[in-house]
């Protein structure tokens, strides 16, 4: 199990590592990480896909519940049950969180874990552990490890991925959703431009705006 942080300060982690995959790659289809703002009028929404087979789905709600599911397509959860734990964890999920486990967006026949927080709930449960596979390794350890995980880790990965050094420091400021300036972004990609990235990151994103900006 991974031990989620508070829906608050998940927010914040998604929307920073959306923000940093935006600039090392402006063109989307190459990014591991999103966020969508405006997912809906009510609801705010987190992903990763990283191209092959892996990924998941964070949806944070106005009246304060949040939800996860993802795949992790070489985990031995999904190698030895597939579909019938697809199933088995979407039934799992409260009827309050019904709109969640029923979007077809989310492609709920491919899915080995999934959390849920409710509102005003003590933290995070595991639907794993509700669905009646708690022991089964299901990917999420590594797949989830950004959410938690410090600047570093953020920025070996990153490093590896878009084969160009990345700076934890860096990574640091962005995490703490400090204003992001054309400083950061060239030490980051010097061949990105916040005018050419600017609308994605505070419309889409929602990334803080700088003070006056």
Request: net charge negative; aromatic share 12%.
């Amino acid at each position: 199990m991974i031990a989620l942080p508070p829906i608050n300060l998940l927010i914040n982690r998604c929307r920073a590592l959306s923000a940093l995959d935006l600039i090392l790659s402006p063109e989307w289809q190459y990014r591991f990480y999103s966020f969508n703002a405006h997912w809906s009028d009510q609801e705010q929404m987190a992903s990763m896909r990283d191209g092959c087979g892996n990924e998941w789905w964070i949806v944070f709600h106005r009246e304060g519940w949040s939800a996860l599911k993802g795949l992790g397509h070489e985990s031995s959860a999904w190698s030895e049950h597939g579909e019938k734990i697809s199933a088995a964890l979407q039934q799992s999920f409260p009827p309050a969180f019904k709109e969640f486990s029923t979007e077809p967006a989310f492609r709920w026949n491919e899915t080995s874990f999934a959390y849920f927080h409710a509102v005003g709930g003590g933290g995070w449960t595991r639907v794993n552990d509700l669905a009646g596979y708690p022991t089964d390794e299901t990917g999420e350890k590594e797949l989830l490890e950004h959410l938690v995980g410090s600047p570093s880790d953020y920025a070996q990965f990153a490093s590896d991925y878009y084969e160009t050094e990345v700076d934890p420091r860096v990574v640091a400021q962005v995490f703490a959703l400090h204003p992001i300036t054309p400083q950061i972004i060239t030490s980051l990609n010097s061949s990105t431009l916040l005018k050419d990235i600017v609308d994605e990151l505070q419309n889409e994103i929602g990334y803080p705006r700088a003070k006056g900006a």
